[in-house]
């Protein structure tokens, strides 16, 4: 069986790795909360010792870059401004009319204002 001549590199060398090659700061800390909670770089383990490959991590790195563009002013995803824009929308709606909670209501009660007068059976 011929093994491929992979390097595998531990926590520590992968985070190193990512900034040498590519500008990406990433502690041997944060690597190592990205394994339990995902979003980081594909990795093995020897055991329980973690490691990556250098073309795992050169992956990761280019995930994280956006597309081109000619201005600052150009989206990533125009996705987001339309519901950006519709939860504005949304939010100069008129608002539903509000109730009278409990701690009003008691001190309508406490200072002596009537209540409402509900419309019930035999009302006019």
Request: proline content about 9%; overall charge positive; some cysteine.
């Given at each position: ?33 990205l ?82 007068l ?7």
């Amino acid at each position: 069986m011929v093994m491929a001549d992979v390097r595998y590199l531990m926590t520590e060398a992968a985070s190193k790795f990512l900034f040498d090659n590519f500008g990406l700061r990433r502690s041997p800390k944060t690597l190592s909360k990205l394994r339990c909670v995902g979003g980081g770089p594909v990795f093995q383990a020897y055991g329980r010792t973690p490691v990556y490959t250098p073309a795992r991590l050169t992956e990761y790195a280019l995930s994280l870059l956006s597309p081109e563009r000619a201005s600052t002013s150009t989206a990533d995803k125009p996705e987001r401004r339309l519901a950006a824009n519709d939860a504005a929308t949304a939010a100069t709606a008129s608002p539903a009319p509000r109730r009278r909670g409990r701690r009003r209501k008691a001190r309508d009660d406490a200072r002596g204002e009537p209540a409402p007068l509900a419309a019930g059976p035999g009302a006019d």
